[in-house]
């Protein structure tokens, strides 16, 4: 399975992000599925993809131009996608993704799984959806789609397969079934 997963270029303050994102690639490379991600050495991103071939997986970075030319690629992956733009960075990470995660991140992590939550709705895509809620990190995201459905400007059945798992064991749970 290649698993899409959406996150920082730093690392945030909770040192349990660390822990984790290497623990999910570590999951990822070890069990033969391979990853998809944003392409950078910095931060959670390059946290998650160091483990993910360490751990003897494939490791995608798909990256517009404009970070290649600050230096921001991470040079001992598999294969490194260039994009002309963030638009067709985020169109090729779906492309390429069978499941989909957003590990705690800022706008750019949200901008990304936000459109995988509507194509999801549109039904323009039928795969896993994943927000790993590491700490409550996506509770209030949780609320607000809650919110939408008590509000009838969404349906639970639009919301049917975005999942929010609260550790690893979960995600593991969600990928089999």
């Given at each position: ?19 984790a ?6 999951w ?25 071939l ?5 490791v995608?970075?798909v ?19 260039v ?15 069978d ?79």
């Amino acid at each position: 399975m290649t698993i899409t997963v959406y996150l920082g270029s730093t690392e945030g303050r909770d040192p349990a992000f660390k822990t984790a994102v290497r623990e999910l690639g570590t999951w990822i490379g070890a069990n033969g599925h391979s990853l998809v991600y944003g392409g950078s050495k910095c931060g959670l991103m390059g946290e998650l993809a160091e483990s993910v071939l360490q751990a003897g997986g494939e490791v995608t970075g798909v990256e517009p131009q404009f970070f290649i030319d600050a230096g921001l690629e991470y040079d001992a992956i598999t294969r490194l996608i260039v994009t002309q733009d963030m638009s067709e960075r985020r169109a090729k990470m779906i492309e390429l993704g069978d499941a989909f995660i957003a590990f705690p991140g800022g706008v750019g992590t949200l901008e990304e799984i936000s459109e995988v939550i509507n194509k999801k709705a549109m039904r323009h895509l039928d795969a896993p959806c994943i927000l790993y809620n590491l700490n409550g990190y996506y509770n209030d995201l949780h609320a607000m789609l809650d919110h939408m459905v008590e509000m009838e400007l969404c349906t639970k059945e639009k919301l049917r397969g975005v999942c929010f798992a609260d550790g690893l064991a979960q995600i593991r749970d969600i990928l089999k079934g």
